[in-house]
């Protein structure tokens, strides 16, 4: 499976994106897929992730409420939509998949990854 991420510009503080992880693989209706973001000098975090069926997702707590994940299985193509946006959010936004049967928050548990999309938010 190969991934590639896009969407992420600069936003005002309070403002909206949406990022789009679209895949290439025949079998990327059966992977878990989450997004991951590394801020300047910080660690990878986990942002959020959504089961092949789309029905099961989790969020960081940092992101509940202003972020929702959704996917379009047909299309082969996951979303991020970001909201309210704030000067926190700013980091480097990265899609994942996996097919297995693992945690779903570590970044060692995925197989596949995009290159990154940028996303700064200016206060």
């Known amino acids: 499976v190969q991934l590639q991420a896009c969407g992420g510009g600069l936003v005002q503080t309070g403002g909206s994106l949406r990022l789009s992880c679209a895949a290439s693989?025949?079998?990327?209706?059966?992977?878990?897929v989450a997004w991951f973001r590394q801020a300047p000098g910080k660690e990878r975090e986990f942002v959020v992730f959504?089961?092949?069926?789309?029905?099961?997702?989790d969020y960081a707590d940092s992101v509940k409420g202003r972020f929702t994940i959704s996917r379009d299985n047909a299309k082969s193509t996951v979303y991020l939509q970001m909201n309210s946006l704030k000067p926190d959010d700013t980091a480097v936004y990265y899609c994942?998949?996996?097919?297995?049967?693992?945690?779903?928050?570590?970044?060692?548990?995925?197989?596949?990854w995009g290159q990154g999309t940028l996303v700064t938010v200016s206060s």
């Open positions: 994942a998949a996996k097919s297995r049967s693992s945690s779903n928050y570590f970044t060692s548990n995925y197989d596949y």
């Open positions: 693989g025949r079998s990327f209706s059966s992977y878990t």
């Open positions: 959504i089961s092949w069926t789309g029905v099961i997702s």
